[in-house]
């Protein structure tokens, strides 16, 4: 690793490509001509995220173009792939490629001008027929556009289409966050919102995305084809939705999910899906959610898992290696899309 900065007096790199925990630094060298250097690895293949610290302060690599997607007033990190033998499925390949649109819509919930990303799949444009949806939802921090320029979403749905192991889907990925969208007009934030979690944005998804969807493309506007997956916050997001709303969305799932703990309440959040677990388990086909083990809300999937299982409700729960990162999610996505859609071909 190498970082110019012939003024500074402390730098270090530090972040997932280190193998040192997300936050452990480690220490660079000062040459006489103003470059710091340090050694890290050897690195298994994945895509790594990393920082650097400049006297305290996070910079990413200013000669690496690619970096992660995050919100306003969130420090940047940039990504750095390490290649194995052969592409991974990650890795675009020459088979048909879906398209990723921009939409922008007004969203009455929040009363601001917003951005919805949406994958179209390969042959869309071509096709007369319709398609299930997919809504992926992000992590806290980040964007709109998380899921593909972090978690390559588009290129691992264009290579299981390929290879036949997912249907072809449209994937709606809308903003989490209560703010205004990026590069629409002055940044503005929706009034009397403070937490993680936004009170308005299951309306804004069901009352304002969801319709924008269902009136613009060809999709199968019903239960059935209709799915809710996300990771971290969009996970607490997409498993309290999902389960509450079973008359909308029949596959339900989340990625490292923020439920439990300081995050979002059990009982509160769920309180209806508890009440009537029967009602649940006969509409929902699919309620899948996975934790690393490594993660630091471990225990709260583990505790939402155990209150499932109290009340009845039928559940696919796995507990993997890993910590709260996105090689751990670009692999739930790519072993969960194909479940989707199985029961209503």
């Known amino acids: 690793m190498r970082f110019r900065a012939p003024q500074a007096t402390v730098v270090e790199v530090f972040g997932e490509l280190t193998q040192k925990g997300l936050n ?4 660079m060298t000062k040459g006489a001509d103003g470059i710091w250097t340090a050694t890290v690895g050897p690195v298994p293949p994945e895509i790594w995220r990393y920082a650097f610290r400049v006297d305290g302060v996070q910079v990413p690599d200013p000669s ?5 997607s995050v919100a306003q007033g969130i420090a940047v990190n940039s990504m750095v792939e390490v290649p194995g033998d052969s592409p991974a ?3 675009s390949r020459p088979v048909p490629h879906g398209e990723i649109r921009q939409v922008m819509y007004e ?3 929040m009363g601001v001008t917003r951005w919805v990303w949406i994958y179209t799949p390969p042959g869309y444009e071509k096709s007369t027929a319709r398609y299930p949806v997919l809504y992926l939802l992000h992590g806290n921090g980040e964007s709109v556009s998380g899921w593909i320029w972090n978690g390559r979403a588009n290129i691992i749905l264009d290579n299981l289409i390929a290879d036949r192991e997912a249907r072809p889907m449209i994937v709606v990925m809308p903003q989490g966050h209560a703010i205004q969208g990026a590069r629409v007009g002055p940044l503005e934030s929706v009034p009397g919102e403070t937490g993680m979690f936004s009170p308005k944005f299951p309306k804004d998804l069901l009352d304002d995305v969801l319709p924008l969807v269902e009136r613009t493309y060809r999709v199968v506007a019903d239960a059935d084809h209709r799915a809710i997956a996300g990771l971290s916050m969009g996970g607490g997001q997409s498993l309290s939705i999902g389960m509450e709303h079973a008359d909308t969305f029949h596959y339900v799932l989340g990625y490292s999910a923020a439920v439990g703990g300081n995050f979002l309440d059990i009982d ?3 309180e209806h899906a508890f009440a009537h677990p029967e009602e649940l388990n006969k509409k929902l086909k699919l309620l899948w959610f996975a934790i690393g083990k490594q993660d630091f809300i471990y225990e709260g999937n583990k505790a939402f898992a155990d209150r499932l299982t109290a009340r009845g409700i039928k559940f696919t729960f796995k507990q993997t290696e890993g910590e709260h990162v996105w090689r751990v999610w670009r692999n ?3 072993e969960t899309a194909p479940l989707l ?5």
Request: glycine content about 4%; hydrophobic content about 35%; aromatic content about 24%.
């Open 107 to 109: 969203s009455k919930a």
């Open 64 to 68: 690496n173009p690619s970096f992660d």
């Open 89 to 91: 499925f990650y890795d």
């Open 24 to 27: 452990a630094g480690v220490p």
């Open 268 to 270: 509160h959040n769920f």
């Open 341 to 345: 859609f199985q029961a209503s071909k």
């Open 332 to 334: 739930y996505l790519h």
